[in-house]
C-alpha cells in the first residue's frame, strides 16, 4: 500500500514516480503463442487469441544481452560495449523456452521467455500475465496507535548476526522507527550500527556529531535549550538523510527535553482523506528551502513537503519549519496550476494548506512523547518520521547521532531479504 523511496527531489515541475518494490523472485507463467520477426524488432504473442503481446527491438536486444560474455552474472554490470552493433542476422526459436539472435559481429544471445516476460517494456494486456512485484506495507500510527510494545531489538544482537540487522530495518521500514536497547552510551556505538549498514552519510556536520545542552555557543538553533518543533533532519541537503540515529551519551538533573515523534505518513494519510485539496497543493507546490552555517556555504533547494506513491499515499517527507523560505514566483505558478485558479486564491489556498499541516503537525493527534535514555538509541527514517525535543529547561544532556543514506539503507534491507530468504 505505501512505498517508501519516491526520493525525486522534485526541482520545480513533476516528480518523476519510481516506487520501492518488494524484492522477489518473479516466475512468469510464460505461455508463448508465437514470435514474429520484424525489420526492428521481434513481436512475441503470449496469448494470441487474448491480444497479448510484447514487442522488442534489437537495438535493446543486443544492449542487454544477458549472456556471461556481455554481463557478469552476479555483478549484473555490462563488460562489452553492447550499442556498435544491433544487426541480427538470425532470429531462430532456441528449443521451447527461449530466443536465440546471432549478430552480425559473431555473438549469439539467448534470451528466455521468462526473461523476456519479466522486462517486457513495450507491450499490450501484458498485466493479466506479467506478475508484479507487490509493495511493501507499512504501519501507519497516532497518539492513540503508537505501537505496543514499542519497536525494539537488542544492541549486541544486531551486531553480531545478519538476521537481528535485517530485523531492525524491517522494523524500522514497517514502523518509522525502532529502539536499539542495551547500547553502550558512547558514539562509536551508533557508528557500529551504521557501519553494519553501509558507509555513514556525510554533512555539513561531519560523519558523525555530538552535542551537550549547557554550556556551548549555539552554531544552529537544534544545539539550543529552546523547544524544537517537528522536523525532518536537513531538508535543505539536496541528499537529506535517509536513516538517523540519536543516541544519549549522559543525562543529568535534567528537566524537560522530552522527545516527539510524529508518523509523517499517517498525518499525510489524514490530510489526504479528510482535505485532499490541502494535501494535493503540499505534494505538488515547492517550497524553497535556506540554510547557512558560519564559514561554510549556503544551502538552496525547493522541497515538496509529501512525495507520494503511485497510490497518491506519502510515501516521503521533507520539511523543517525553521529552514522555510517565502513563496516564491515557481510556489505560486504551481499552485495555480494545481488549483486552475488565479494568484489571490491561489496564495490563500497555500497558506490554508500549511497553516492545517502545522496545526496537526504540532497538536496532539499525531504526537509520541517519549523519554530518550542513555543505552537505548532511536533509530528512524528520516523520509517518514518529525521528530522534535520540548524545552530543555536546566540539567544537562549529552547526544550524539549518525546518518546512513536512504539508498544504503533500503538497499542493504533488500539485499539480506534476499540473502537470508
Known amino acids: 500500500m505505501y512505498s517508501l523511496a519516491r526520493k525525486t527531489l522534485r526541482i520545480p515541475g513533476p516528480a518523476a514516480k519510481a516506487a520501492y518494490l518488494l524484492p522477489s523472485v518473479l516466475r512468469p507463467a510464460t505461455c508463448v503463442s508465437g514470435i514474429n520477426k520484424g525489420d526492428k524488432s521481434i513481436l512475441v504473442n503470449w ?3 487474448e491480444d497479448v503481446w510484447s514487442k522488442f527491438h534489437f537495438n535493446w536486444l543486443r544492449d542487454n544481452c544477458p549472456c556471461p560474455k556481455c554481463k557478469h552474472p552476479e555483478l549484473k554490470q555490462r563488460l562489452l560495449d553492447t550499442l556498435e552493433d544491433a544487426n541480427p542476422v538470425n532470429v531462430s526459436v ?11 559481429d559473431g555473438h549469439r544471445s539467448q534470451y528466455s521467455h521468462d526473461w523476456l516476460l519479466t522486462n517486457s517494456y513495450c507491450h499490450n494486456n501484458i498485466n493479466s500475465i506479467k506478475p508484479q512485484a507487490p509493495k511493501r506495507k507499512v504501519t501507519l500510527w497516532d497518539r492513540d496507535t503508537v505501537p505496543d510494545p514499542p519497536p525494539e531489538v537488542n544492541y549486541h544482537d544486531v551486531l553480531a548476526d545478519d538476521k537481528n540487522l535485517l530485523a531492525l530495518l524491517q522494523k524500522v521500514y514497517q514502523y518509522g522507527y525502532c529502539f536499539i536497547l542495551d547500547s553502550p ?7 557500529k550500527v551504521a557501519e553494519r549498514i553501509g558507509p555513514l552519510q556525510n554533512s555539513y556536520y561531519g560523519k558523525k556529531w555530538s552535542m551537550e545542552l549547557g554550556d556551548m555557543s549555539v552554531e544552529h538553533i537544534s544545539y539550543s535549550k529552546s523547544r524544537i518543533l517537528p522536523h525532518t533532519d536537513n531538508p535543505s541537503f539536496y541528499d537529506a538523510p535517509g536513516l538517523g540515529i540519536l543516541h544519549v551519551l549522559a543525562l543529568k538533573d535534567a528537566i524537560g527535553g522530552g522527545s516527539v515523534m510524529v508518523d509523517g505518513f499517517k498525518l499525510g494519510h ?4 479528510h482535505f485532499p485539496e490541502y494535501f494535493s497543493l503540499l505534494s505538488n507546490v515547492s517550497i524553497p528551502y535556506y540554510l547557512t552555517f558560519k564559514d561554510s556555504a549556503d544551502y538552496r533547494i525547493r522541497r515538496y513537503i509529501f512525495l507520494v506513491d503511485s497510490d497518491g499515499e506519502p510515501s516521503g517527507i521533507h520539511f523543517n519549519h525553521i529552514d522555510r523560505q517565502p513563496l516564491d514566483e515557481e510556489s505560486l505558478y504551481q499552485a495555480k496550476k494545481v488549483l486552475s485558479c488565479d494568484d489571490d486564491v491561489a496564495m490563500e489556498k497555500m497558506y490554508q494548506a500549511i497553516r492545517y499541516f502545522h496545526q496537526l503537525l504540532y497538536g496532539d493527534q499525531f504526537t509520541h512523547r517519549f523519554a530518550l535514555l542513555p543505552g537505548s538509541m532511536l533509530m528512524f527514517n528520516n523520509k517518514r518520521m518529525l521528530h522534535a525535543r520540548e524545552e530543555f529547561i536546566s540539567g544537562f544532556r549529552s547526544l550524539c547521532g549518525v546518518y546512513n543514506s536512504e539508498q544504503e539503507w533500503l538497499g542493504k534491507m533488500e539485499k539480506l531479504e534476499r540473502e537470508l530468504a
Do not use: F
Open 94 to 104: 532456441e528449443g521451447k523456452d527461449a530466443v536465440e539472435v546471432e549478430w552480425r
Open 270 to 273: 489524514h490530510m489526504r482523506q
Open 185 to 191: 552510551p558512547m558514539l562509536e556505538s551508533n557508528v
Open 47 to 49: 496469448k494470441k487469441e
